[in-house]
């Protein structure tokens, strides 16, 4: 399986536009580089490529890795489909962007298919202009996604929390509200498990980890009080808390649970511009790096 991180960073990109914290400062000078924002692709052989969440940047994100490139046909495009793990407008804002390619298949988690429909709009809209297929991503249910040439990728969602968008707050879909995706090459067995939102560490979620060859988590912020403290905003701790991202330092913070798994390749993604391991030369940056765990800039590509 091949896989793009397209984008590493949280809602509102790095820098983000309406932000002078001392990391989105450093951004803007160029001593720290610019991130957009969280979304992954995956292929079983490259012929054709399914995201993992579509950022308003997907744009962007596609013209600038080659993998993307529209073949044969004038206007053919390796992009066969779509996987939501959430209906945060950071992950799936983008569907509207793709608006020019029919026949896109885009799976969702029930409670994130009923926001898309009734509570955001965007199917509605993107009907509008083509015709794609909506398919349900059913937690616990494995399934298959299949690229032109008939190779294909094994997909589970899983159920990580049942934190809402904002904007469906009284929405009447039942949760959960947020899933991981475990994907499978049966080709190669390379294994991926990807979970961008992590409000705590879900019941479970060790053996998952255990048994996938690389996770790229949850590194929205670094401490509790990140937001309060780098932006002086009336943004508390506790409305910090309430947007569902377990912070990756102190006790009981990802890092600690992540250096039970050296085998595992750890990778943190959907970085908020708050957040210090942005920073190469910070402290913070030089923990992870000793602990084994990455932070790799926007195009990154491996395979499992
Ligand atoms: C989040 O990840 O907490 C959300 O995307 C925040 C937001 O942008 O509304
Ligand atoms: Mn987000
Ligand atoms: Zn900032």
């Known amino acids: 399986m091949k896989v ?22 450093a951004c803007r000078t160029g001593e720290v580089t610019t991130r957009t924002q969280d979304c992954i692709a995956v292929s079983p052989t490259g012929r054709g490529w399914f995201l993992v969440n579509a950022s308003p940047d997907i ?12 073949s044969p046909g004038p206007r053919d495009t ?12 950071d992950h799936a804002l983008g569907l509207v962007m793709l608006r020019e390619g029919g026949g896109l298949r885009v799976w969702a988690p029930p409670a994130v298919a009923h926001a898309l429909e009734h509570d955001f709009g965007v199917r509605g809209v993107v009907a509008r202009y083509r015709q794609w297929d909506w398919e349900i991503a059913e937690p616990g249910t494995e399934f298959e996604v299949v690229e032109p040439g008939g190779e294909r990728l094994l997909v589970t969602a899983i159920p990580v929390s049942g934190k ?14 947020v899933c991981a995706y475990r994907i ?13 939102c992590l409000a705590a560490w879900p019941e479970g979620f060790d053996e998952l980890v255990a048994g996938v060859d690389c996770v790229v988590l ?10 309060p403290g780098a932006t002086g905003s009336a943004v508390g701790g506790g409305e910090q808390k309430s947007m569902g991202h377990i912070p990756i330092g102190g006790p009981g913070g990802s890092l600690e649970l992540l250096r039970a798994h050296p085998r595992v390749r750890r990778i943190y993604t959907h970085l908020n511009n708050t957040n210090p391991v942005l920073d190469k030369g910070s402290p913070e940056h030089a923990e992870l790096a000793a602990a084994g765990v990455e932070v790799p800039p926007d195009g990154t590509t491996f395979e499992l």
Do not use: K
């Open 4 to 25: 793009v991180l397209l984008g590493t960073a949280a809602g509102g990109g790095f820098p983000q536009w309406n932000c002078a914290c001392r990391m989105c400062a």
């Open 59 to 70: 744009r962007a994100q596609i013209v600038s890795t080659p993998e993307f490139t529209p």
């Open 78 to 89: 390796p992009l066969s489909g779509v996987l939501l793990t959430d209906a945060e407008l």
């Open 164 to 177: 809402r968008p904002r904007y469906a707050t009284e929405s009447a879909a039942e949760g959960p509200w």
């Open 184 to 196: 499978s090459d049966p080709a190669t067995g390379g294994t991926l498990l990807y979970a961008p």
């Open 218 to 227: 949850d590194g929205t912020f670094h401490s509790a009080e990140e937001m």
